[in-house]
Structure formats: structure tokens, C-alpha cells
């Protein structure tokens, strides 16, 4: 099968990326992360793109795909054209998928969440969770026969494909990935860990996809160079990472910001309306105030020498 035309690996100028899901309006964190990809794509004298990770056919929604735009238009921030969203390249999310079919290291999971839970359950105290904090799958489909599999799709049942993550790591053995400074640009090697997540999911039962397959199969499309994304996501890197390395990706340099937190002290979400830059914005907040309640605190670059352009 021939595989997905990836960008060349030979591509010298910066490519980074802002890549939010239209499933709920955004807040300060994101404000603060597509501002910061800004700055350092000015700063590498790169490109910016947007990418509309739009792959939950049942919460994506048209409208937050407007505010996105709307949003980054308020704050200044500009990006290339066309805006690429991944709920129409679902092909190229099923090639990859392919591809790991045929090195052997996907298996269908037919177990509901109950059933999950109910697994974990019967392991007793003490077993363990992802780094997200969620317990890890009890591998309960991955002794079924190739017989018991074919019996279970022939009576209608739907699977969810996961990462055999130990036959993974045996095929592409220890894996590293690399964090870079923003404003020294140097850069730092890391251990990768894709262990701690077990098996993942890889393609949903709703989808032919997820968020592990797709955003490594777009970093590699759109030759993204420079990943900018917040902290919550640096242990996700690991499994990335192993995906870039079954699928034969180059692998991209990562920085992973700080968070902003809300006056609770807790992650900021979508699904809190007091949390959206919306509410903030008809309550009066500009765009300066907002970037000087960031430099405030300690979570911009020098702004004197990295600064994007309104």
C-alpha cells in the first residue's frame, strides 16, 4: 500500500501549528497557547498554521469552529490558509491505521465501559493508571482468538482498535523525543515512556481515527517542525512518539508551556461557560489586558523580541 504523502523530512523552515477542538468555547489556555506558537514561529521566522482537530462527530460544532477564527482574529493572530480540518481526511487516518494492521501491533476491543470497570475492579487495590490519571485497560480482548474475533464481528459487534503497546515497543525498541527552549532554542532529550498508557485506543467505534492517530498523521502532513502545547500534554508525547516510530515519521521538537489556571486554582475547561473568553470579553476584557495579565504572570516570551504582529 503506498503511504500518505508526508512532508519532507528535508524541510528547513519552521512549521508549527494551533490545534483546537471545536467542542466547546476557548478560554485563557488557549489563548495563551496559540499565542505562544505565534511568537515562536515569528521568532524561527517559520509558518503558522491552524488545524481544527474536528474528529467527535457528536460534540464538534460548526459555531466553535466560527468563534476559533473569531477568536484568533480579536487576539491578533494570524496563520495560513486553508485551515485544514481532520474530519475530512479520514482516508489518510485509515492508511495509517493500515499500516500498523499490517506490522501486527492493533488489536479490536469490543469491552463497553462497564465491562472495563468492572475488570479493574476484579484486579483489585492497587492497579494502575495513565498518566491522565485514568486506570489503565486489563488487556481483556487482547487473548481473544483470531476465531472468537471473527465470531464477534459477524454478530454485528463494533470494536474500538487498540495499541498492543508492548508488541509496539519491542518492534521499535527504546525511544527518545525532544523539548526545545523557546528563547535559547537549545534542546533536551527525553526518555519516552509509552508503557504508562498502556494500550491506547487508536480508532474509536464512532470514528475511524482518534487523537493519538490523528495528530501524529497531521504533525507529519503538515511537516510540522515545532510542537507548542500546553504541559497536560507533555506525557502523551511518549505515545506519540511510538506511533512517529511504527509509522516511520519524523519526529518534530516539542516545548510544553506552562498552564493557566482558573480562580479555583483548577485547569481551565471548556465545559465551565465562567471559563470562556466569550464571557470574559462581554464582561470588558481587551486583548491588552489579557497579554499583560500573561506577562504578569511569567508565562509569555521576551514580548521586546518576540512579539507577532496585530
Same mark, same amino acid.
Given at each position: ?17 494551533? /490545534?483546537?477542538?471545536?467542542? !466547546? @468555547? $476557548? ?8 499565542? #505562544?506558537?505565534?511568537?515562536?514561529? &515569528? ?124 508488541? /509496539?515497543?519491542?518492534?521499535? !525498541? @527504546? $525511544? ?8 535559547? #532554542?537549545?534542546?533536551?532529550?527525553? &526518555? ?119
Amino acid at each position: 500500500m503506498t503511504p500518505p504523502l508526508y512532508a519532507s523530512k528535508d524541510n528547513r523552515q519552521a512549521v508549527l501549528r494551533f /490545534a483546537p477542538s471545536p467542542n !466547546g @468555547p $476557548l478560554h485563557r489556555g488557549h489563548a495563551l497557547s496559540v499565542w #505562544l506558537n505565534a511568537q515562536v514561529a &515569528q521568532r524561527l521566522k517559520g509558518r503558522l498554521l491552524l488545524r481544527i482537530e474536528d474528529i467527535d462527530p457528536v460534540r464538534s460544532r460548526p459555531e466553535h469552529i466560527e468563534t476559533i477564527e473569531e477568536t484568533l482574529a480579536w487576539l491578533g493572530v494570524a496563520y495560513e490558509r486553508p485551515v485544514r480540518r481532520q474530519s475530512h481526511f479520514m482516508a489518510e487516518y485509515v492508511q495509517a491505521f493500515e499500516t500498523l494492521t499490517a506490522r501486527g501491533v492493533v488489536y479490536p476491543c469490543f469491552c463497553t465501559r462497564t465491562e472495563i470497570e468492572a475488570a479493574i475492579q476484579e484486579k483489585g487495590e492497587g492497579w494502575p493508571s495513565d498518566p491522565d490519571g485514568s486506570p489503565l485497560y486489563p488487556q481483556t480482548c487482547r487473548a481473544l482468538t483470531s476465531q472468537e474475533v471473527a465470531t464477534r464481528l459477524a454478530n454485528g459487534d463494533k470494536p474500538q482498535w487498540r495499541l498492543d503497546c508492548a508488541k /509496539a515497543m519491542a518492534l521499535t !525498541g @527504546p $525511544l527518545t523525543w525532544t523539548s526545545f527552549d523557546p528563547e535559547t #532554542l537549545a534542546t533536551t532529550t527525553h &526518555q519516552a515512556r509509552p508503557e504508562r498508557w498502556g494500550d491506547v485506543v487508536l480508532v474509536r467505534k464512532d470514528t475511524p481515527t482518534s487523537y493519538h492517530l490523528s495528530v501524529v498523521v497531521d504533525d507529519a502532513i503538515q511537516g510540522i517542525t515545532h510542537i507548542v502545547r500546553g504541559m497536560d500534554l507533555e506525557a502523551a508525547t511518549d505515545i506519540h512518539r511510538l506511533v512517529q516510530a511504527l509509522l516511520g515519521l519524523p519526529q518534530p521538537l516539542y516545548w510544553h508551556h506552562p498552564l493557566i489556571n482558573g480562580p479555583d486554582g483548577k485547569k481551565l475547561a471548556k465545559s465551565k461557560a465562567s471559563d470562556s473568553l466569550a464571557v470574559e470579553r462581554e464582561a470588558g476584557l481587551t486583548r491588552s489586558a489579557l497579554l499583560e495579565d500573561f506577562r504578569r504572570a511569567g508565562v509569555l516570551m521576551d514580548a521586546e523580541n518576540s512579539q507577532p504582529q496585530a
